[in-house]
């Protein structure tokens, strides 16, 4: 990661959203969060840079319009923007779902401190530059 370097992440939870906060500051203080509560504050900061996300974070289960319809929305526009999807749900359809709307990954929402920490640290991690999902590397693993 480099100096400047600006994670969006939305969720509709509001713990999740610090607890979030507060783990990449742990990684590195030197990373920016933004967040949002809901995918109409997303598309609004993605519309109205600055600032400009180099990573989106985004949790699939939300009220409204999903993240999945985010996504779908968001890729309409822009292909080439990372976007991390971030959620509880581990069902083979969603993943498959998110994949096929141009998610660059898919990590499952971990309870336990340490594993979360660990599978942010490791999308922070990837060169999106050269990154190609496939079914084998599209999950995170713990």
């Known amino acids: 990661m480099k100096s400047g370097f600006t994670i969006f992440y939305t969720d509709d939870d509001?713990?999740?959203l610090e607890f979030f906060k507060e783990i990449v500051d742990t990684i590195d203080a030197d990373v920016s969060v933004v967040t949002q509560n809901n995918?109409?504050?997303l598309l609004h900061a993605l519309?109205?840079?600055?600032?400009?996300?180099?990573?989106?974070?985004?949790?699939?289960?939300m009220p409204?319009?999903?993240?999945?319809?985010?996504l779908q929305k968001v890729r309409q526009s822009d292909k080439e923007l990372p976007i991390v999807m971030f959620s509880t749900s581990g069902d083979e359809?969603?993943?498959k779902k998110s994949r096929e709307?141009?998610?660059?990954?898919?990590?499952?929402?971990?309870?336990v401190f340490d594993q979360l920490k660990r599978s942010i640290e490791h999308?922070?991690?990837?060169?999106?530059?050269?990154?190609?999902p496939d079914d084998k590397n599209f999950v995170y693993s713990y």
């Open 39 to 41: 995918g109409s504050q």
């Open 123 to 132: 999308a922070l991690g990837i060169n999106w530059g050269s990154f190609v």
């Open 101 to 111: 709307l141009g998610a660059s990954y898919y990590v499952p929402k971990s309870g």
């Open 64 to 70: 409204g319009m999903t993240g999945l319809d985010i």
């Open 47 to 61: 519309n109205n840079p600055p600032p400009h996300p180099h990573l989106i974070f985004l949790d699939i289960n």
């Open 14 to 16: 509001q713990d999740d």
């Open 93 to 95: 359809d969603t993943i």
